[in-house]
């Protein structure tokens, strides 16, 4: 009997090497690239998100990935598509929503994603208050997906409140507080008795709303294109005026144009600081201290406040040109995250809005709010009256470069070169070129 040959040996190993690729091929999960904008303890829980969704079915594999903060990661998901390597989902924070609605073709909206690959999908199962920014405003449908909804919180340092003689369980109600209580921590020693992060978001945007003002015409842009700014009203200067006050006297420390501000609480150099709720996870790991939350304070002397904050964060938009096996893994993990466990342990380990009603109720019925006072705080400010009109939230084009506008504007007033009423008007020019510019790319 003939011996096979060592050719022979090496064409069937090469014959067995290809078969078993093949197989392993055939057997591979469909990989979906998931690029994101949530750093140091936000990523950590996205990247367990996604390792707990990939070892629940053997179909699908999401791949997280971090590209830098909210306006870098818009650019990069942008500047993909147009090279033709878009991630399937790309986080966009929640001013960029009229961008990436006027990006129409480079979007396939959710509620599309889920009727195509057959999910199950009940869009009534979101908040309100929340879907309702996410929605085209013709058909409710979500656009987009409802993941890291916050608002703007009050973050004090109970152990800094103790030794300035103020009560640590009492956090500051009106804007009057804030200015007494950072008076005591100042002089108690500490260098910075108040700050706040994202000026333009928490201190126009989500301050008009709380006050009942509109922060633009036409119900905030939810009404058309041809919105124009008008947060330059007389008391929205008084209120930069107060603050221009607070910066003068040194109570109020500017930190910086976006979450500088978490960082310079947790180390224990602000007694107070306005920021998103979305903060308390980092607050929570790095902290050394005991620390409250409370809700964004109101000037008492305004009729209708405390009425009711706007949504900040992100969605989770899906990117058009992809195949239909992406798809649908798509649709099973957005389903994933929206499902009660998933979305309450978010919630909980955040400090972001539960953003759908079961999730909401499943926390409360653990627990959680009774051990952890203050963790309601952002969902209580959302429904503490219902919204007006013009209450709803934001849907204005350009809105990333006119928040730009704002920061350059407020800098002006806290390094003492210009008026409030002056930054204002100049903000609301600006802003208003940028919105009809917007409009006219989109007519």
């Not at 903060?69 to 790309?90: M, S, V």
């Not at 309601?376 to 470069?401: E, S």
Request: charged letters at 20%.
């Amino acid at each position: 009997m003939k011996q096979p040959s060592l050719r022979t040996f090496a064409l069937a190993g090469v014959g067995a090497a290809l078969a078993l690729g093949m197989s392993t091929s055939a057997l591979a999960a469909t990989e979906i690239q998931f690029w994101h904008s949530m750093e140091s303890a936000l990523g950590d829980r996205v990247n367990q998100i996604a390792a707990d969704f990939n070892a629940s079915q053997s179909d699908y594999k999401i791949v997280p990935i971090y590209k830098g903060n909210y306006e870098q990661g818009l650019a990069a998901g942008i500047a993909a598509f147009r090279a033709g390597n878009a991630p399937a989902i790309l986080q966009v924070y929640e001013v960029g929503t009229a961008t990436m609605i006027g990006a129409k073709k480079a979007v396939k909206p959710v509620w599309q994603v889920m009727k195509d690959a057959g999910e199950p999908f009940d869009e009534k199962a979101f908040v309100p208050a929340i879907a309702g920014y996410y929605a085209d405003g013709k058909t409710n449908h979500l656009i987009s997906m409802p993941f890291n909804s916050s608002t703007p919180v009050l973050y004090y340092n109970k152990d800094a409140f103790k030794k300035a003689g103020l009560d640590p369980n009492k956090a500051p109600k009106t804007w009057a507080d804030v200015k007494a209580d950072a008076e005591k921590l100042k002089a108690s020693g500490m260098s910075c008795g108040f700050t706040m992060g994202w000026q333009g978001w928490t201190q126009l945007e989500n301050y008009s709303a709380w006050h009942a003002l509109p922060f633009a015409t036409k119900d905030n842009g939810f009404g058309g294109l041809d919105a124009k700014l008008e947060f330059n009203g007389p008391q929205q200067v008084k209120h930069i005026q107060f603050l221009a006050d607070m910066a003068k006297e040194g109570t109020f420390t500017y930190v910086g144009r976006k979450d500088e501000v978490t960082s310079k609480f947790y180390s224990g150099d602000c007694g107070i600081a306005m920021t998103t709720s979305g903060a308390l996870a980092n607050i929570g790991k790095y902290a050394k201290f005991s620390y409250g939350v409370g809700m964004m304070p109101y000037d008492a002397d305004v009729k209708g406040a405390p009425q009711n904050a706007i949504i900040g964060g992100a969605s989770l938009w899906v990117l058009a040109g992809k195949s239909a096996t992406e798809y649908k893994g798509v649709a099973k993990f957005l389903n994933y995250l929206a499902s009660p466990a998933v979305a309450a342990k978010w919630h909980q380990d955040t400090g972001y809005l539960p953003v759908t009603k079961a999730a909401y109720e499943l926390t409360e019925k653990q627990g959680f709010y009774a051990k952890n006072p203050g963790a309601d705080t952002a969902i209580k400010q959302m429904l503490n009256k219902d919204p007006l009109p013009f209450t709803r939230g934001l849907r204005l084009g350009n809105m990333p470069q006119i928040r730009t506008v704002v920061d350059e504007e407020l800098e002006g007033v806290w390094s003492g070169k210009q008026t409030p009423k002056a930054a204002l008007d100049k903000a609301v020019e600006r802003g208003n070129d940028l919105l009809a510019r917007f409009a006219k790319q989109g007519s």
